[in-house]
């Protein structure tokens, strides 16, 4: 289990008050945190293996930022060793991708959802986790669009659920693959929930994902299981449901 923070914003906004909440979170998602910050191209990216609540640099940043397009994870490792390697998000062919949950029985089932992945996409897998594999299986099914649409990334983002549920869920429905995904280039963004919680917040000119409430003023909505949520460059959002694009 872990926990994931997002931004998107028409100007820069100040996130110290969600990596304040995100280090109190940090006590029990202790095996990292990384960030993929879409200020710059290319974008920033970074990862820690130190705790969020004990490092200095998660400190500066939550002091420091101020950004239009952030995400942002504490680990808690159920797959793969805690190393930087196997630290979210992830980041390939412009699109960075994280994960909040873990994949049923993932070594058993790995080399079956494996046949899923194109071979140049599954060469690039650089760690042991159930979590860069659905990535590397996402830009599998975004293959031949060149330029893909808001629309085009929830139907792959689903996929991978439909495809990674079918390979490991069949026969046990009391132990499914729990399967938040976030993924964004920085532009579009898209969240999926299925057996963790997730919130969506909204302000004039901002949006915020986040696995938990990160502060108190009533404003944050609960995404619905198998829910996906999309915000597009205009900042505007979409909810719908896994099932509306299988």
Known sequence: ????????????????????ALKQ??????????IARFDSDPPHLEVNVTPAHQCARFNQLGEELATQSLITHLRL?????VTE???????ARGWA???????ARFKEHRARIERHIAPHHLAQVRGETDSETCFALFRTV???IADPGLDDVTRALARVMTTVAGVTDAGDAEKPSAMNFLVTDGRRLVATRRGRTLFLSSEPGARFIASERLWDDGAWREIAEDGIVGIDERLEVTHSRVSDWA
């Open 1 to 20: 289990m872990c926990r994931l923070f997002a931004v998107r914003a028409d100007r820069p906004v100040r996130v110290r008050r969600a990596f304040e």
């Open 85 to 91: 390697r196997n630290a979210h998000p992830f980041y």
């Open 97 to 103: 991708f994280m994960h909040n949950g873990t994949v």
């Open 142 to 144: 975004l293959d031949g």
């Open 25 to 34: 979170q940090a006590l029990e998602h202790k095996d990292g945190w990384g």
């Open 77 to 81: 490792a159920s797959v793969g060793s």
